[in-house]
């Protein structure tokens, strides 16, 4: 398993919010529904440090909690940074970063609902002079691309493989084993590196025959979850067990790419009367932390969100400040592995995730105090 180096405590996870705002000190006038600021009282101490943040929908908990944490880390380094989510879908998310870049910021920082949407607007912000960092998910289908920060997707995607086959081992007796499969959104590119990293560990599984996908459903296009919807995964899971499980019969695992649809999965088998098969998950959400360590789901991926956040505000004040040479704490550089299109390789700053079973969550979530509180009320 990789793990995650001991880092020093950061912030507290802040309460989840659900509105849009401006951060950099004070908190007015926003509108939840367009992600729209209003008021940006406090921007005054930032200096010549702005910097536009834009965000997807509020699909999963990690989505939710970088908000606070953006807001926080901004202030304290006494930046102005405005937020915005882009609920209303990727036509509003062209529009939020048309207005960042109108609106004069240096930096921006984009987590995209689909990254080979937003050319034309990248390509605004480069004649700008704006440097463009790409959060958690890759901009594709330009050359307009700073820098790329996220946890090594490929390395999820294994780790989850690896999950999978240990949960595997451990309580589903001989092998082989009937295994079905579920991947991510097809316009997030980050779906197709988790799916490939996975399929790196599980691939010569299925060669050799231990592993079995009972449905024949293998090609990523078969196994996406369209906009990471939990009720399409649960939807085709309990077409799957109509389909290709009969009576008591159920998979042995099952291969989810995070946490929100291996809970739909679990709940598509448990409607159907049948035993919880294994199921991996990512994200550490609160509930699929508790359904881990109560041994309901097997295992899911912990990408702190707090260390991604961070590292992004560092990366986006050296970039605001000329270095042309950033680092980001605890995060490796990958120059080669990451492509926003064919021979356009992105500087990529690279963080370390970590596999969580109920028997190393009490380790791993050491330094996170709200999980450690989940992982204590569940035992």
């Given at each position: ?54 965000m997807p929908q509020k699909t999963s908990q990690n989505w939710v909690e970088a908000e606070d944490m953006f807001k926080e880390n901004c202030a304290e380094a006494k930046i102005d940074c405005t937020i915005q989510f882009a ?293």
């Amino acid at each position: 398993m990789n793990t995650l180096k001991k880092m020093a405590s950061l912030t507290a996870v802040m309460a989840m919010a659900l509105t849009m705002t401006a951060c950099g000190g004070g908190r007015s006038g926003t509108d939840t529904e367009s992600g729209t600021s209003g008021d940006q009282s406090g921007a005054a101490a930032a200096g010549d440090v702005s910097v536009g943040i834009a965000m997807p929908q509020k699909t999963s908990q990690n989505w939710v909690e970088a908000e606070d944490m953006f807001k926080e880390n901004c202030a304290e380094a006494k930046i102005d940074c405005t937020i915005q989510f882009a609920n209303g879908g990727v036509a509003e998310q062209q529009n939020q970063i048309s207005a960042m870049i109108e609106n004069g910021v240096k930096v921006l920082i984009i987590g995209a609902i689909d990254g080979s949407q937003l050319g034309t607007q990248l390509a605004q912000a480069k004649a700008a002079g704006i440097t463009i960092i790409a959060y958690d998910r890759l901009l594709t289908n330009t050359k307009d691309i700073d820098y790329y920060i996220a946890y090594d997707n490929f390395g999820v995607g294994q780790l989850q493989g690896q999950a999978l086959m240990e949960g595997l081992e451990a309580k589903a007796g001989a092998s082989p084993w009937d295994v079905e499969l579920f991947a991510g959104s097809p316009d997030d590119s980050n779906s197709l590196k988790f799916f490939d990293g996975a399929m790196d560990v599980l691939q010569p599984k299925i060669d050799d025959g231990t592993l079995v996908v009972k449905s024949g459903q293998k090609d990523f296009t078969q196994v996406a979850t369209q906009g990471w919807l939990p009720k399409n995964a649960q939807d085709r899971m309990s077409a799957l067990l109509t389909s290709t499980y009969q009576g008591d019969e159920v998979p042995d695992g099952v291969l989810s790419p995070n946490d929100t649809l291996g809970r739909a999965i679990i709940t598509a088998v448990e409607q159907a009367g049948k035993p919880i098969p294994v199921v991996t998950g990512q994200d550490s959400e609160d509930e699929s932390v508790t359904w881990v360590v109560q041994g309901k789901q097997y295992a899911t991926i912990f990408k702190d969100t707090r260390p991604l956040v961070a590292g992004a505000v560092q990366l986006a004040i050296q970039a605001a400040e000329g270095n042309t040479s950033p680092t980001v704490d605890n995060a490796k550089l990958d120059d080669s592995q990451y492509e926003s299109m064919e021979g356009n390789p992105v500087k990529s700053f690279l963080l370390t995730p970590q596999i969580v079973t109920a028997e190393n969550a009490a380790e791993v979530y050491k330094d996170d105090t709200h999980r450690m509180e989940l992982v204590n009320a569940a035992k």
